[in-house]
């Protein structure tokens, strides 16, 4: 898994020598742009200028995210294969849900979150399998299956936002409205978070820790969808008839994702630190992540998590001014907003100006998370305010 | 670097200096920062700005009075939270305040006077023993690589050495600045938006509260605001259609003030638009704006509409609210309590009181709201299923004794179909928390509820009863025992009448011996149905419907209904029934009116906070020293470096610049590499404890 300086080193010459990837960067980059001209060639007369604009901005951003990490291009097209096949087995027919084999058992966005579900929660014992068991192609499987997890759970999304739209042209939106859609955006963004870390770090130790929260979340989504039929697409309430809800709320969640894998890494720290104490040799004090690692991701987890939800709670601020009339209305959701980021806030500067580091900066992440989860779970459950639409 | 002056030069500890020193602690602003977080709580888990009242019913009085003056009420604006909030900015300024010259300082400084003691000791170290090359040409080398990785860089000739000291990213440390300085200009502008001045007229006693329900024109000058007397202001009012107003009110604490507006905003329509589901999918005011000053006769026309305000001359429109402007309803009132059959029709409107005259004393009925949909779960539908249905309209009404006692009742216009069977719905109940228990009125063929209420009235009517009662006893039994048999009817209807099934066991207990009880019960139950049945019957013939030959499962399920309201009525507590029956909807428009001032500087800070951030996070500001000299005839080249943030990313282009140079100069002394573990970890894996010396400048 650790590769030795040098082989690095030389990784780090020829990057900058060969020639290869720049072809690929490019055709990377014409694809992307040849995909996102076509689409608005398809809907040109239906967007206005700032849709055209967010579009372009979207496309940009997207060649560069393949620019900066390569896996994010093969998921891409994964994903956009999926969806693309799926819309085209749809047509202009909901109902065909029900009828065509390809959309009934893996394409309709509830077949494709059943098969989200199923892997993540096999690519968490997997992690585990390898993790214990020391085995390198168990690891590679679990890579795969995270990645096949976050492909499903992705195009199940982007299913969904069209089937709304078969539903009724004015029922459609993006399915980021209520508790069901974001939880499944939790898990996404938070398996994509990881995946990152692990392809940066080359370690895919702390695999079986994050995915474990996932598959909490899968397990909420299971139980949301068969004893509360939740799943069902809702028009939306007017309140959220707002384009800040497309940048709000995904900003908002790459800030959950972030804290909740720090918080995950915590406790893979604290289990370590634990287990080197009690039993330096044991099979857990080897084999889980060594705790520099855990440190440094953690930390960078928390700082990606902060800047992103500083983003979305200025969005959900500007949001805020256009629909409710005033910037900051310490509506409980809010409240609970500001009290995650003074949190994480407290916990930067312990970190960067005193120096703390290790076990109580990583029982503090844990129970950040916590305190996010509230933000974000409990907030909705026993509190009331303007963000109530939310409710279990 | 004068911390080293510092240590030596005693400070004067000035009183200011002092008070530098504590709000300036990084201490300080942390348990700010967690104080600030837990003390917000408060305000989610206590709902804020609720009526007095509430409360009280809530604490009880005692505690009450002691929430109150903690300011629990409005946490976000009692004395103690502005306070600490006014804490964090000061701290955080004078953070910046003794930062700022160092960090500026520091952006463009750089360190030529370094020992190669302390270079040694860096995390990211590398050393050569250069036998033929001289200094000049070391230096050379170097300086080509480190501008191939972008830094600037001063030499300086120390005579026996010499220090080639670079750096980049020097940005980073506007990031700091940008990042604290957003802090400071976010809480100032949210300040300046709060209910700041307010407070302070209040306590300089400019204004006063109003905690009377007053209509606008009577609330006394003490409570009222010209337009720009207050920089910011966010205010509610309930415009009715065809109704303005030049004003919103204020709400604060437990009462309220009066803001007058520069302009008046007409309400014309008022909209609410529907998904094919029922669900609510638009509301949206058309409104007029009045303002002779600046747009002279021709008023503005504008839609506004939930999350599409209106802005006009620095004031935000929102659509907040709706609610009735005073619909107009008939009701007809279906005596329920006695031996009267006739209904008495009532005209009112929402919001308004009536007088009536009720069996036991006057009563007042208290028009409350009126709904045009009701959209509701399913009545049989599982918990989740989501599946809604509309109800159709409703009217909300409180009926008040002489004793200010009140019910609340909840009446459906149209039938609603359960089990097949269709009803006239009626919710009461005497708590406001309380759910609603419901009464379930039996439609008749006319699609009216007249039959069942006729059923009901016959039950009272004691003569009617009589007359029935004789004729249909059965012939043949002796007179005393019809008699008898007919008291024991009377009394059983008569019971059941005014208490339901209850009444009717309570008083077989009270008569009959216990070992009978059941017995006796069973068979009072079946003469008060058997005659239940009778005088229905009776009222069916009254209605001219052909009994021989008519009555089927019909007729059958709906006595079996009727008998179970029947046996509900003594529940229900009004002596009667109000049917609504006509309508002419009014509604009424909440608009929210927002000024304020700090909007600009709150949204200059947000950008702020965000580059800040991202410079903070994502730029690091690095340093690389080279230090040269000859030693033993050879050239002794020491590279070293650290970076204030992203170790890994600096231990990594610290490699690549060591093996840069290594391939011009030869390998790095073994013993120089950074740790000299046997096997040496990954480049990528985490550098901490990395203590760049410019740290110690904070
Ligand atoms: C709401 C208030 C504040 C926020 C949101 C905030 C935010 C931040 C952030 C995000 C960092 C960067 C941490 C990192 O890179 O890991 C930071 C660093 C820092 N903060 Fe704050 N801060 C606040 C208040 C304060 C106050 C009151 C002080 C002073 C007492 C302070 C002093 C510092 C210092 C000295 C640094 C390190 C700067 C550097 O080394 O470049 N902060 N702050």
């Known amino acids: 898994m650790a590769v030795t300086r040098e082989a690095m080193l030389e990784q780090w010459e020829h990057l900058s020598r060969r020639p290869g990837p720049m072809v690929r960067d490019v055709l990377w980059g014409l694809l992307v742009a040849a995909g996102s001209g076509y689409a608005w060639l398809l809907y040109r007369p239906y967007m206005d200028g700032y849709e055209v604009a967010i579009q372009i901005g979207g496309t940009l951003a997207l060649i560069a995210w393949g620019l900066y990490w390569k896996p994010a291009r093969l998921f891409t097209l994964a994903v956009t294969t999926l969806t693309v096949l799926a819309l ?13 084999f390809l959309l009934k058992y893996f394409l309709e966005s509830q077949a494709a979150f059943m098969w989200m579900s199923l892997l993540y929660v096999l690519a968490t014992a997997t992690y585990f399998a390898a993790l214990f068991g020391r085995s390198e192609f168990a690891g590679a499987t679990a890579t795969a299956l995270t990645w096949s997890a976050t492909v499903m759970g992705l195009t199940g999304l982007l299913v969904r936002w069209r089937e709304s739209y078969l539903l009724g042209a004015d029922i459609g939106h993006i399915p980021v409205s209520n508790l069901y859609e974001v939880f499944i955006l939790f898990a996404l963004i938070t ?25 909490a979340a899968v397990g909420f989504l299971l139980w949301y969808t068969f004893d509360r039929q939740a799943h069902h697409i809702q028009p939306l309430i007017p309140a959220l008839q707002s384009y800040w809800m497309k940048i709000h709320v995904p900003a908002n969640f790459i800030g959950y994702g972030a804290f909740a894998l720090a918080a995950m890494l915590g406790v893979a720290y604290l289990s370590r630190a634990r287990a080197e104490t009690r039993r330096p040799h044991g099979l857990l004090a080897r084999a889980l992540p060594p705790l520099e690692l855990l440190d440094e991701v953690m930390y960078k987890a928390i700082a990606l998590g902060f800047a992103a939800f500083t983003i979305a709670t200025i969005l959900g601020a500007l949001w805020a001014a256009e629909a409710w009339g005033g910037y900051w209305s310490w509506d409980p959701k809010e409240t609970w907003a500001l009290i995650v980021w003074l949190n994480y806030a407290a916990w930067l500067h312990l970190r960067l100006t005193k120096g703390w580091r290790g076990a109580p900066m990583a029982w503090w992440a844990v129970i950040g998370l916590f305190v996010t989860l509230f933000a974000f779970l409990g907030v909705n459950m026993f509190l009331s ?4 639409y939310g409710s279990l | 670097m004068n911390d080293n002056t510092a240590c030596k030069l005693p400070r004067r500890r000035t009183l200011g200096w002092v008070l530098l020193e504590f709000f300036g602690s990084m201490n300080l602003a942390i348990t700010l920062l967690v104080v600030i977080a837990i003390a917000s709580i408060i305000g989610t888990v206590l709902q804020q700005n609720q009526p007095y009242p509430d409360y009280v019913l809530k604490f009880g009085p005692f505690w009450f009075e002691v929430f109150r003056g903690l300011g629990l009420y409005d946490v976000y604006g009692a004395g103690w939270f502005i306070g600490i909030l006014a804490f964090l900015i000061v701290s955080t300024s004078v953070c910046l305040y ?3 010259p160092a960090m500026l300082r520091d952006m463009s400084r750089f360190r030529t006077q370094v020992q190669v003691r302390s270079l040694r000791g860096f995390h990211q170290c590398a050393e050569w023993r250069l036998p033929d090359r001289d200094p000049e040409a070391a230096l050379a080398e170097v300086t080509d690589a480190l501008r191939v990785h972008g830094y600037r860089w001063r030499v300086r000739d120390h005579g026996d050495h010499r220090v080639a000291a670079a750096m980049k990213g020097r940005c980073n440390r506007l990031g700091y600045l940008f990042t604290h300085a957003a802090v400071v200009v976010i809480g100032v502008g949210g300040l300046l938006d709060g209910n700041l001045w307010l407070k302070l007229k209040e306590w300089r006693g400019e204004i006063a509260l109003e905690t009377r329900d007053l209509a606008a024109r009577d609330i006394p000058p003490a409570s009222r605001l010209q337009p720009g007397a207050v920089p910011a202001f966010r205010g509610n009012v309930m415009l009715p259609e065809g109704a303005a107003a030049n004003f919103v009110f204020l709400r604060l604490r437990d009462g309220y003030l009066l803001q007058e507006l520069p302009f008046a905003i007409e309400l014309r329509d008022f909209q609410v638009d529907y998904y094919d589901t029922g669900q609510p999918k638009s509301f949206a005011s058309q409104v007029r704006i009045h303002d002779r000053e600046h747009l002279g006769d021709q008023p503005l026309e504008a839609t506004i509409r939930v999350n599409h305000p209106l802005t006009y001359r620095g004031h935000a429109i929102y659509q907040s609210d709706f609610g009735d402007g005073g619909s107009k309803l008939e009701l007809r009132a279906w005596p329920l309590s006695g031996a009267r059959r006739e209904p008495v029709e009532i005209k009112g409107e929402v919001g308004g009181a009536l007088k009536l005259t009720g069996p036991a004393g006057p009563l007042t009925l208290e028009l409350d709201e009126f709904r045009l ?7 049989d539908a599982r918990p989740g299923d989501r599946k809604f249905r509309n109800f159709g309209p409703s009217v909300g009404f409180k009926l008040r004794d002489a004793a200010g006692e009140a019910r609340e009742y909840l009446n459906y216009m149209t039938p609603v179909q359960l089990e097949g069977r269709w009803f006239y719905i009626s919710g009461a109940r005497s708590r406001p928390g309380d759910a609603f228990s419901f009464l379930h009125i039996p439609v008749d063929a006319r699609n009216s509820p007249e039959r069942f209420l006729r ?30 048999l007919n008291l024991v009817r009377l009394n059983l209807v008569g019971l059941f009448a005014q208490g339901g099934f209850a009444a009717v066991s309570e008083k077989a207990k009270a008569v009959v011996p216990a070992d009978r009880l059941r017995e006796a019960t069973a068979l009072y139950l079946n003469i008060l149905r058997d005659t239940l049945a009778e005088i229905f019957v009776e009222v069916l013939r009254e209605e001219e419907v052909d009994v021989e030959r008519n009555i089927g499962e019909g007729e059958e399920a709906f006595f079996n209904d009727a008998v179970s309201a029947l046996a509900a009525l003594p529940n229900y507590g009004t002596p009667f029934y109000l049917q609504l029956t006509g309508f002419q909807q009014v509604e009424a428009s909440g608009l929210q009116v927002t000024h304020s001032r700090g909007t600009a500087v709150v949204y200059a800070g947000f950008a702020f906070l965000v580059t800040g951030i991202f410079i903070m996070f994502y730029t690091s500001h690095r340093r ?11 050239t002794r080249l020491v590279l070293a470096g650290a970076g204030n943030r992203r170790q890994t990313e600096f231990a990594r282009e610290f490699a690549g610049l060591q093996t840069a140079l290594a391939r011009r100069l030869g390998p790095p002394e073994p013993s120089a590499v950074a740790v000299p573990a046997a096997e040496p970890p990954p480049p990528n894996a985490p550098v901490t404890g990395a203590t760049a010396p410019h740290r110690s400048t904070l």
């Open chain 1, 191 to 215: 398996a994509l978070l990881y995946l990152f870390y692990e392809d940066r770090y080359r370690t895919r130790a702390m695999g079986g820790f994050v995915l474990l929260i996932i598959s």
């Open chain 1, 385 to 388: 305010g303007l963000h109530s």
């Open chain 2, 373 to 379: 949909f009701n959209l509701l779960p399913e009545p």
């Open chain 2, 98 to 100: 003794r930062q700022t």
């Open chain 1, 88 to 100: 085209w087995r749809y047509g202009a027919d909901f109902e065909l849900r029900k009828s065509d």
């Open chain 2, 455 to 484: 059923f009901n009235a016959r039950l009272r009517d004691e003569d009617w009863l009589r007359n029935l009662l004789e004729r249909s006893a059965p012939a043949g039994e002796s007179p005393d025992f019809r008699r008898d």
């Open chain 2, 624 to 634: 690389l020293w080279a230090w040269l000299a000859v030693e033993d005839g050879a």
